[in-house]
């Protein structure tokens, strides 16, 4: 049953790219900082610059890097996929949300939480709750990132789906298998997970689940929340059958 197994690579607050750049998560002072890898008097990473944020600055919002503003960001995690543009996931873990930032665009987004509502649930994008995320893995095709998240619970978000779609896995799901040092004191893990091991098929009832109170009658499923409402319901998840006596009587409707 369960076919699922990638493996991640996962680092707490600090983290180096392909380019020998070290970006840091920086709770403090409310900031993402990177270190170029080196400068014209120094042959490795020795001074840093404020990225995204503004340092001492806390709050939320989405925008331009500069505009940014996180609280406490405690874990990040770079996907770097051939063909794609670079991108930092970032663990603002004081505002309960999971945050994207496109290094070529240099904009940053929130793609799952929410700010104002802590909390335990599964869901898409913004519908999704987390109790300060600590810590991220991501895997080098960048289609799934997992999160460290209300303290001891492990959560999968699937990056392909749009939104991006949170579940809950259960306790093991997630174990490492290799770990390495860069830079005398950066520490990656290489831990394999399994993002089918779902906690809500134990019966575990301290997750909950986005709900919809509305029936789509020409489709015959919720029409909230769908991740692709026209073209592709097959990677909706999370869509219920209707009641039986509108499957009998909406038969013809498309």
Known sequence: RFESYVEVTWCQSVA?????????????????????ARTRYVAWPAYYEGYAGARGSRGHFDGSRRQARFDGPSGLAISEVQG????????????????????????????????RFPGLRDGPGRDARFRSPMSLGVHTAGRDL??????????????ASVPALVTTLVDGACRTVAKWTVHSSIVFRTVGCHPDWLARDTGDTEV???QSEYMCVGHLA????????????????????PPAEQATSGAGLG
């Not at 997992?146 to 990056?159: E, K, Q, S, T």
């Open 16 to 36: 180096t790219d392909s380019k020998g750049r070290i970006w840091v998560a920086d709770r403090t002072f409310h900031q993402i900082v990177m270190m170029q």
């Open 146 to 159: 997992f999160v460290a998240d209300n303290g001891r619970r492990i959560r999968h978000v699937n990056l």
């Open 208 to 210: 909950e689940r986005t």
């Open 222 to 241: 919720t029409c909230s929340p769908r991740n692709h409402p026209v073209l592709a319901d097959r990677m909706s998840p999370q869509l219920r059958p």
């Open 84 to 115: 794609e543009d670079t991108v930092i996931y970032v663990a603002d873990t004081n505002n309960h949300c999971i945050r994207r930032l496109d290094l070529a665009t240099e904009r940053l987004a929130t793609i799952a939480g929410d700010p």
